[in-house]
C-alpha cells in the first residue's frame, strides 16, 4: 500500500502531462511530413522533408532564430541587473517602504494586450505619446519606436511586464541575507561594492539562476506583445520564432510548414533547456 | 534619519514611480475625452469624465468577458491545484531516486513553446467542437500552468520538517487523515501563493485566448487585443477598456502579493 498510494496521487498530473506533450507532439510530426494547407484542400500527400526545408531556407527564418534568442537575453539581462539593484534599494526600511513596493511589482499583473497597446499608443507615439513629448521638450526630435527600433521596443514592453518577478524574488532572498554578516564585513572595512560582490552576489546566485529559468520559460513564447503592436513588422525586424510560426499556420494557413518550424522550437527550446537544466538542476532539490 | 538611508528612499521612490507611470497614465487616459487624450503636450489635470467606460460596456459588452475571464482562471486553479497537489505531495514526501528526473521532466513540458502545440490543439478543439468555448480554454490553462504549479507546490511542500510527519505515521495516521490533519495546515500557505499565482497567469494568459477563443469564450485579454489599429488611435476608449480588463486583477494582486511572494521563491531562498 504504501507504494501504490504516492504513484496514484502522481498519476493524475504524469497522465495528463504526458498527453499533453505527446498527442500534439505526434500530431505535429505527422503533419510536418506531409503536404497540408487550409487553402488548397485536397490528398494529404507524404512529401517527407520539404516542409522542413521550406521553412529553414524562408527569408525571415535565421532572422526569427536571432530575434528569439536577443529577445530571451536581453529581457533576462535587463531584469536580472535591475531586479538587483532594485531588491538592494528596497531591501532597508525608509518611509513608505510598503506602498513602494506594491507600486513595483504592480506591472506584473498587467496582462501583456494591455502592457502592449498601452506602450504602443499612449508611450510610444511618436507624436501624442508620452515619450515623444518628453524628447520635444528636452529639444530633440521625437523617435519613432515601433518603425525604427521594433525589436527594442518589444524588449522594453517585455522587460517592463518581468522586472517586478526578478525584484520580488530578489527582495525576498536578500530578506534572509544574515545581517549581522554584513554589519561585522562593515566593521572589518569592507565597503558597499565589496558587501555587495561578497556577501550579497553569492547569497543571490540561487534566485538568480530561478528567475533565469522561469523567464526562459515564458520568453521563448513571446507572442501577444509583438500579435497586438508590430505584427513582426517593419519586413521580419521583430518577428521571433512563434510568431513565425504563427504567421505559417494561420496566416498563410499553411500547417505541413507550420509544423515543421513548431519542431524546430521544440527543438531550440529544448537546447535552451538543457543548459539551464545543467545551470539549475541541483536548485530542485 | 542617516543621509545614506534617505538616498536611498528618494531612489526607490523615483525607482517606483517611474515603473508605475505607464498605467497611472492609461488610469488617466481612461477619464479623458477622446481630444484631450492626444493633447499635446499631454494633460495631468483635466475635467474627468466617465462616458467613455459606458461607451465601452455598450460597444463591447465589456461583462461578458469579464465572466469568461473570471470563470477560465478560477476553474482553471482549481483544477490545477487538484491534479497539482497530490502529485506535488507524493514527491515531496515520498521521494525516490525518480523524483527529481520526473520534475525536470515536467518543467521541460512547459518549456515546449505554446505556439509548437498551436496547431494540434486547434485540430483537436475543433474535431471536439469545442473551438471558442470555455471548456478548451479552462482545459489548457490548466495544462499549460500545471508544471509551474507542480514545481511550487513542491518546493513548498518540502519546507515541511519530516519529522512532523514521522510523527504523526507512528501514531497511526493514513495518508488521507496525515494530509488532512498534518500536512494542510502546514501546507495552506503554499497552496494560497500557487492559487494564486495560477489565477494571476490564466487571468493574464494572452495566446491560447488569442488563438481558441472568439466572441462567445473570449477573455478579457483577447477582447483588449481587438482594440489594436485602427481603433487604437481612440486613445481613451482603448484605456478605458483596459483599465476595466486589470483593474480586478491588480487590485486583487496588490491585497494578496504578500500572501503571493510568500510561495514565489521556488526553493531559491534558504
Redesign the interface.
Known sequence: MNRL???L??A???T??LL??I???G??LY?SAIRYNLMQPGELEFIGLDNFEFFVTDPDFWPSVVNTLVLLGSVIGATVVLGVG?AL??N?P????G????????????????NA???????MNP??G?LA?VST?LGSTPVDWLSDHPLFSIIVMVS?QW???AT??F???L??LDRDQLEAAGMDGANAPQRFWFLALPHLA??I??VVM?E??FL??V??EI???TGGGPGNASTN??FL??KQ??MNFD?GV??AG??F??VL??V??VFL?RMI?K??? | MRPGTLLRAAGAWMAALLLFFPLLWLALTAFKTELQAISVPPRLFFPPTLETFAEVQSRSDYLHYARNSLVTSVASTLLGLAIAAPAAYSMAFFRTKRTRDLLVWMLSTKMMPAVGALVPVYVLAQTAGLLDSLTALIVVFTLSNLPIMVWMLYSGFKEIPPEILEASRMDGAGVWGEFVHVIRPLAMGTLASTGLLCLVLSWNEAFWSLNLSAARAGTLAALIASYSSPEGLFWAKLSAASLMAIAPIVVFGWFSQKQLVQGLTFGAVK
Open positions: 498510494v504516492p504513484r496521487l502522481l493524475p498530473a504524469v495528463t502531462l499533453w506533450m498527442v500534439p507532439l500530431m505535429t503533419f532594485l534599494l528596497v532597508e525608509f518611509p513608505g517602504r506602498v513602494v513596493r506594491v507600486l513595483l511589482i504592480s506591472p506584473f499583473f498587467v496582462m501583456p494586450t494591455v497597446l498601452m506602450w504602443k499608443h499612449m508611450m507624436i501624442y508620452v513629448w521638450t517592463w522586472l517586478p518577478f520580488l524574488i527582495m525576498t532572498s530578506q534572509s540561487r534566485p539562476a530561478v522561469i526562459m520559460i521563448l513564447s507572442f501577444a500579435f497586438t503592436t520564432m512563434a510560426i504563427f499556420a494561420l500547417v507550420a509544423s513548431a519542431l522550437a521544440v527550446a529544448n535552451a533547456s537544466i538542476g536548485n530542485l532539490d
